[in-house]
Each structure stands twice: as C-alpha cells, then as structure tokens.
T-cell receptor, first 114, second 115 residues
Framework: AAGVIQSPRHLIKEKRETATLKCYPI?????VYWYQQGPGQDPQFLIS???????DKGSIPDRFSAQQFSDYHSELNMSSLELGDSALYFC?????????????FGAGSRLTVL | AQSVAQPEDQVNVAEGNPLTVKCTYS??????LFWYVQYPNRGLQFLLK??????LVKGSYGFEAEFNKSQTSFHLKKPSALVSDSALYFC?????????????FGRGTSLIVHP
C-alpha cells in the first residue's frame, strides 16, 4: 500500500540558508500535518492543512512557512536556518480532520544545520 | 492545553516477561488516546487507539492498553515481550470535544527487551 512519502530524507545546510521539505500524503487523505522532532524530544506539532487550506497552527517559527498544493502534496519552507532547527521533520496524513483519526507518518526528513 | 506524560525514559524487560509502558494525560473534555511505535530512522507507526467504549483496547502485535478515566492513564501492555518489540513508544492524546483535535505526543519511552 502507498505510504506517506517525504523528500529529501537527509539534508545538510549552513546557518542562514533556506531549506524546503516535501511531503506526498496517502492518496485520498485530505489532511496533512507537519511535526518537528528534536534529538531525544517528543514530536512537536508545527502546522496542518485540510483540503489545501491551513487548518491549525502550532509552534511553527515565523521563519517557516508551509502550503498544500492542488495535488495535495505539501511543502515546508524554512528560511534563515539556525542550529536549533536541526531535527527530524515528520509529515503525516489522515482522512478527515477529527481527533479520532489515525495519523500515518512518513519516514521523516532529517535536517542538519551546520 | 492538552499534554501527555510518559514518566519513564526507558523500560527494560526480559524476553517472555510482561511489559508495561506508562502514560498519563491531560485534556479538555473526553480524550482520544493513541499509542505509536517508532523504530530507528522510521516514522511513527500506529499501534492502537481508544475512542470510546471498552476500556481495554487491543492493537497490533499483541499489544493492548487500558484506559482509566479516574487516573487519566492509558498504559500500554503486552503479556509476553519479544526482542523485536524493542523500540521507542509514544503516547498521544487529542480532544473529542472542547480541545484540540491535533494529537499531542509524549516524550517517548524507549523499550529494551533483553534476550
């Protein structure tokens, strides 16, 4: 079965550079979530989209932005990167925006900022 | 704000013994509760969830969890641990009403099953 696809899997950037992460949700899933997981930390919710519209916002820095496109894939754009942005970034998708929904996660994109 | 506490960073158990991974939660209204498992360099995988009804929930790979409303707990259990169960386990909560539908995760508990 198709899963949530994230790219790139690994990314190395310098401070103050920009980075873009991509996420392709499971077909027919209408909700996409982005989480950030620092080393040894719990996944922190960043932002979500339902039917291509931003639906909820968590602890996403102003330097970050995200959008969901007409084909339902989503991109997380990160600018003016800081050392503290080094983390594993997960995308997840679900069918519907209910709290009862199970999230299906991608394998994550590991960002290292030097 | 909703939150999850997993009081143990690590749980060690011998293969064949029962295991318990603890989770307590705080949420507005009734909770939806989840357990996810994460293997190295992989995304979180769903194990089981509590929505409503029977307090004992059975999930994948022989895992089960018991919802206790009075203690606001949702501990993960398995009668007989396998070495292959060694992984990072995350408890999550979302709100059925009055709070956020976005799952909030705990810090995770590393389960180590010794042969």
């Amino acid at each position: 079965a198709a899963g949530v696809i994230q790219s790139p899997r690994h990314l190395i950037k310098e401070k103050r550079e920009t980075a873009t992460l991509k996420c392709y949700p499971i077909p027919r899933h209408d909700t996409v979530y982005w989480y950030q997981q620092g080393p040894g930390q719990d996944p922190q919710f960043l932002i979500s989209f339902y039917e291509k519209m931003q639906s909820d916002k968590g602890s996403i820095p102003d330097r970050f932005s995200a959008q969901q496109f007409s084909d339902y894939h989503s991109e997380l754009n990160m600018s003016s990167l800081e050392l503290g942005d080094s983390a594993l970034y997960f995308c997840a998708s679900s069918l519907g925006g209910s709290g009862a929904n199970v999230l299906t996660f991608g394998a994550g994109s590991r960002l290292t900022v030097l | 704000a909703q939150s999850v506490a997993q009081p143990e960073d690590q749980v060690n158990v011998a293969e064949g013994n029962p295991l318990t991974v603890k989770c307590t939660y705080s949420v507005s209204g009734n909770p939806y509760l989840f357990w996810y498992v994460q293997y190295p360099n992989r995304g979180l995988q769903f194990l089981l969830k509590y929505i409503t009804g029977d307090n004992l929930v059975k999930g994948s790979y022989g895992f089960e969890a018991e919802f206790n409303k009075s203690q606001t707990s949702f501990h993960l259990k398995k009668p007989s641990a396998l070495v292959s169960d060694s992984a990072l386990y995350f408890c999550a909560v979302s709100s059925a009403s009055g709070g956020s539908y976005i799952p909030t995760f705990g810090r995770g508990t590393s389960l180590i099953v010794h042969p």
